[in-house]
């Protein structure tokens, strides 16, 4: 780990919903964090940015729109990752994929790079063989499945399944930095590491 940069996962969710969720991991102890329910999740984000201080960021929103927008391809609905994992549109995610790009325009300002995950497709990949709902009752049964699969140890359960998914962002990245990422799109339109 010390030979990797600082990163942090993000699931990140409705503005004021306290549905966007950080996971953190500092001397091998992972930490969670999430915003306050009618409370800003932009704000939130960017305060952790602050505290945190990573170099990059793995987030579950899209970051970049079809390629139909810019001439690349004839789809104005769904970029090539998309169709591939089966996520929705970020058309239709519109407000929430708007943004997430504007944060990470910010983060660029700051030398923080900002990658697109999406943590149902990690499930699907590291447990091909099971089919998981994200409810609050399955999220200690996915914890249980997912703890040999860290760097760690970690016994403290998630709260909800948000801070789940901020658990399985990291481990994107933590799969991205280690070069067993697998990227799922098209570099010029954009796409999302798994």
């Known amino acids: 780990m010390k030979d990797f940069p600082k990163f942090i996962g993000v699931d990140y969710g409705s503005k004021l919903a306290g549905t966007t969720a950080v996971c953190f991991c500092q001397d091998e102890q992972f930490h969670f964090f999430q915003s306050e329910k009618k409370k800003d999740a932009d704000a939130f984000l960017e305060g952790m940015i602050e505290r945190l201080s990573p170099k990059y960021v793995f ?37 929430l994929t708007a943004r997430a790009m504007k944060l990470q325009s910010s983060f660029e300002k700051k030398e923080i790079q900002t990658l697109e995950v999406y943590p149902s497709q990690l499930l699907k990949v590291l ?26 140890s970690i016994e ?22 280690r070069k067993e990422g697998v990227f799922y799109g098209d570099e010029e339109e954009g796409g999302i590491w798994v």
């Open 59 to 95: 987030l579950d929103a899209p970051l970049s729109l079809p390629g139909a927008y810019f001439g690349k391809s004839e789809d104005y609905f769904y970029r090539k990752g998309d169709r591939a994992v089966r996520a929705m549109s970020p058309m239709f995610l519109g407000g």
């Open 127 to 152: 447990f091909p063989e099971r089919v998981f709902k994200k409810s609050n009752y399955e999220v200690e049964v996915i914890f249980e499945c997912l703890k040999p699969k860290l760097p760690f």
């Open 156 to 177: 403290t359960l998630p709260a909800d399944s948000h801070q789940l998914d901020s658990l399985l962002c990291w481990l994107s990245g933590y799969r991205f930095f």
